[in-house]
């Protein structure tokens, strides 16, 4: 996921990224939430069933405030 992460935060083309399934872990969650602060051409996002619970999540979309092209979040089948 970290290099997912470098590459999402210098990528200019990427529109859609599916991480469901993946099993993030808090500090998987935390290098994500920055390289999409640094991106803004990202418009669908898709973390199902990655076991998030409400607390992850709150910091995680606090940090996407920045974010500006995002549209879609799929968050489904998490513990929120």
């Known amino acids: ?15 859609s990224l599916d991480l469901q399934k993946c099993n993030l872990q ?8 920055k390289a999409l ?3 803004d051409t990202i418009t669908s996002l898709n973390l199902k069933g990655n076991n998030l619970d ?3 999540l709150k910091i995680f979309c606090q940090s996407l405030e920045c974010n500006k092209g995002l549209k879609s979040l799929d968050l489904s089948s998490n513990n929120i």
């Open 37 to 39: 602060e640094m991106n």
């Open 54 to 56: 409400s607390n992850r």
């Open 1 to 15: 996921i970290n290099q997912i992460c470098y590459l999402l935060a210098n990528n200019k083309k990427l529109i």
């Open 26 to 33: 808090n500090n998987e969650l935390s290098i994500l939430s």
